[in-house]
């Protein structure tokens, strides 16, 4: 069996902020379908370690950034792990990655340095064939392996979102464990800095990113954060491969959360579910206004400043708004406003809520994804399993899951939610306003509601092509 090694610096149920929590969570049990060991190698998080079983002590540090440290092997949520229990690197309440300031923790460059270091000592110890790192809180384990020398597993570095790198000044160089040769350009600096993610591109034997549209816009200056120019040279080493969702986890016929469980043979029972959203944010209990969703951070990124701009042509048509996320405090404060400004038409929840994530999947008719650049995406995912037909910015992920109803793709009859390009607010406001247009024909909703019910969002075809990279990875390494 084919023996790899994730890094992670997050894995859902245990520790999630993002995406990339979903995926180190979801990967390993499909690969397992392939004939691939997966094993991960998270942070010593409070709510890690308060969930390991059946630890076992692999490795002991004397010292590895700045104090004691062990490697941890033993399970928690599901998931084979392997722990890095450093207390000074990792015993803190709240957020893994900011501190009570909201600001990154300052010494985040040793944090994730020594997740990446005890990684590649890691993989050497128990004999892996592949190294799966992930972002730039893991990028550092093949920039290591790269400077141990000797024989080495081959390294596979998936990029979630680019817009986080792991830049930190040179002068750290000695003190995260690199040579001083390393400090070049041909090395890990990056802009008279130290680049995580820029080393972890360069040294990496192959490159992934979470979706093919992703894979070829990071080449160009407009997605590739200033290193598009490397992401160039190595081009032939990097592959998109489209997030799937844990179809077992997102299945509306047994999802206990919801007001009714549902099928696409039982189409209507999933009535109750809007009924339910409605109720839940205090929205009007109208049958008939079309009902949009978000779930999701609330960032210009994510491009929820051009929804909160389409608000007023929203409202005035007379659709509702279900809205739950957190982020930039305007954005907070701008849905806020509006849900006060329109009690029965716009509610929101600002936080996250696993459960009340599901139910809104579950009742909205349209969920929005109106981002400026989405390597995947999940959300949008989960809505095609839940019927909710997704209303997307052409970008990233977005583009390569979500196939637009255009009249040719409803007259064809595979269209399963509606693109818009560029991501700007005449364009969404456009895109809603096809919506409404849709929701006058109750057979074509019907119709987007079985398509993406029916498409396959799991990770089986992921985890194939994973498995088919990490196998011709062995046969080189």
Excluded at 26 to 39: D, Q
Excluded at 355 to 380: K, N
């Amino acid at each position: 069996m084919l023996s790899v090694l994730s890094i992670a610096s997050e894995a859902f149920p245990l520790v999630k902020t993002g995406g990339l929590a979903d995926v180190a969570g979801a990967l390993p049990l499909a690969l397992t379908r392939e004939g691939v060991e997966m094993r991960t190698l998270l942070p010593g998080y409070p709510a890690v370690m308060s969930k390991l079983e059946a630890a076992e002590t692999v490795h002991a540090y004397p010292a590895l950034m700045g104090g004691p440290a062990q490697v941890l092997a033993g399970r928690a949520g599901g998931l084979d792990l392997f722990v890095l229990d450093a207390p000074h690197l990792y015993q803190r309440p709240g957020n893994i990655y900011l501190g009570p300031d909201g600001r990154d923790w300052p010494d985040n460059s040793f944090r994730f340095a020594a997740l990446a270091r005890a990684g590649a000592d890691l993989a050497k110890r128990i004999a892996a064939d592949v190294v799966h790192a992930h972002d730039w809180q893991g990028a550092l384990a093949p920039v290591y392996l790269h400077y141990d020398g000797g024989t080495r597993p081959g390294t596979v570095l998936t990029l979630h979102n680019m817009a986080f790198q792991g830049h930190y000044y040179g002068d750290l160089l000695s003190a995260l464990g690199l040579p001083a040769e390393a400090m070049a350009i041909e090395g890990v600096e990056y802009f008279g800095g130290i680049g995580f993610l820029k080393g972890g591109i360069l040294f990496a034997d192959k490159v992934t990113t979470v979706s093919p549209t992703y894979a070829r816009e990071i080449l160009t200056p407009e997605f590739g954060m200033a290193l598009d120019g490397l992401l160039r040279t190595r081009a032939a080493d990097v592959e998109g491969i489209v997030n799937g969702i844990d179809d077992e986890i997102w299945n509306p016929e047994t999802d206990a959360t919801l007001a009714k469980t549902y099928s696409a043979s039982r189409l209507d029972d999933r009535v109750a579910n809007r009924a339910a959203c409605q109720a839940r944010f205090g929205l009007s209990p109208s049958p008939e206004a079309p009902l949009f969703g978000v779930v999701s951070r609330l960032t210009s990124q994510k491009g929820l400043d051009l929804l909160l701009a389409c608000m007023p042509g929203l409202v005035a048509r007379g659709g509702q708004l279900a809205l739950l996320g957190a982020g930039e405090p305007s954005l907070e404060q701008g849905f806020r406003a509006l849900a006060a400004a329109y009690p029965d038409q716009v509610g929101c929840v600002i936080g996250y809520d696993e459960t009340l994530a599901h139910r809104i999947q579950a009742g909205v008719d349209f969920l929005v994804v109106p981002s400026r650049f989405e390597p995947c995406g999940l959300t949008q995912l989960c809505a095609l399993r839940y019927g909710a037909a997704p209303l997307v910015a052409r970008v990233g992920g977005l583009a390569d899951t979500v196939i637009d109803a255009n009249e040719a793709a409803l007259t064809a009859g595979v269209a399963t939610g509606l693109q818009f390009h560029p991501p700007e607010i005449g364009a969404l406001d456009h895109a809603i306003s096809r919506a409404f247009d849709l929701c006058r024909d109750p057979m074509v909703m019907r119709r987007l509601r079985l398509n993406g019910m029916r498409a396959d969002v799991s990770w089986r075809t992921p985890a194939k092509r994973y498995a088919a990279l990490y196998q011709k990875l062995r046969m080189v390494s």
